[in-house]
């Protein structure tokens, strides 16, 4: 039975339709301004980088111990800490979240059959969750439905809705953009690292929310990251 998280709207699992169906976009009118296009100057690295960035699902090997400490390091390491009065430290990622509460937690399955891994991004470590390689396997095989799953390493954002809700009232907006921007930096780092990224639209719901018995959770976000080549 499905556990429910108090005040969280569950947006279940987007899948395409069978029949799409033809909609015509919105034509913005009015005076225009031009732009320059001098930012790919300002920054050559960054727009090298970003005219490259594709989602890719050519995955050879799943990911590396040392490609996941770059890539987790790069987006989401915690850099500084500050205490608060909601019951828990406020944190300074790379990444930004609502209040510098961080409630997206990020989990590792580099291969099937594993265990989940939860990143600690204050200790910068991996913490092996005994006992989850099933859950694990589950949220695999609905990934594999949508992209070739076999050789790469899962990846899972969770949800703790109730740190949010400490600081505000009809947190699911917030938390959803959270996840979406922690989305957004792995697909750039992972760029940078030359792995091959690949978002996927489901959530991850039910497996992950059945991490936690007291209800806790809620999936938020999978995607898929591995190497291009063997070695």
Not at 7 to 17: A, E, I, Q, S
Not at 111 to 120: K, L, S, V
Not at 140 to 158: G, H, M, S, Y
Not at 183 to 196: N, Q, T, V
Request: net charge negative; with cysteine.
């Amino acid at each position: 039975m499905m556990r429910s998280v108090p005040g969280w709207l569950d947006l279940g699992n987007p899948k395409p339709k069978q029949q799409p169906e033809v909609y015509t976009p919105m034509q913005w009118s009015g005076p225009r301004v031009a732009l320059s296009s001098n930012g790919a100057a300002t920054a050559p690295h960054l727009a090298t980088l970003l005219a490259g960035r594709r989602s890719r699902r050519n995955f050879v090997a799943p990911a590396s111990l040392d490609d996941l400490a770059a890539m987790l390091e790069l987006c989401c390491r915690t850099r500084e800490l500050q205490a608060s009065d909601l019951g828990f430290d406020l944190e300074f990622r790379p990444h930004p979240s609502a209040g510098a509460i961080h409630c997206v937690h990020t989990l590792i399955q580099r291969e099937i059959d594993e265990n989940w891994m939860y990143y600690d991004a204050h200790a910068h470590q991996l913490v092996s969750l005994p006992g989850s390689s099933l859950v694990a396997n589950a949220a695999r095989n609905d990934a594999d439905q949508l992209v070739p799953a076999t050789n790469a390493t899962l990846i899972a954002l969770v949800a703790e809705p109730g740190k949010a809700a400490a600081k505000y009232m009809s947190p699911g907006s917030l938390i959803w953009r959270d996840a979406g921007v922690l989305l957004g930096y792995f697909s750039i780092c992972a760029e940078a690292l030359a792995l091959s990224f690949c978002p996927l639209g489901i959530t991850g719901q039910p497996m992950l929310a059945e991490l936690d018995e007291q209800g806790r959770l809620c999936g938020v976000g999978m995607a898929l990251l591995g190497r291009t080549h063997l070695g």
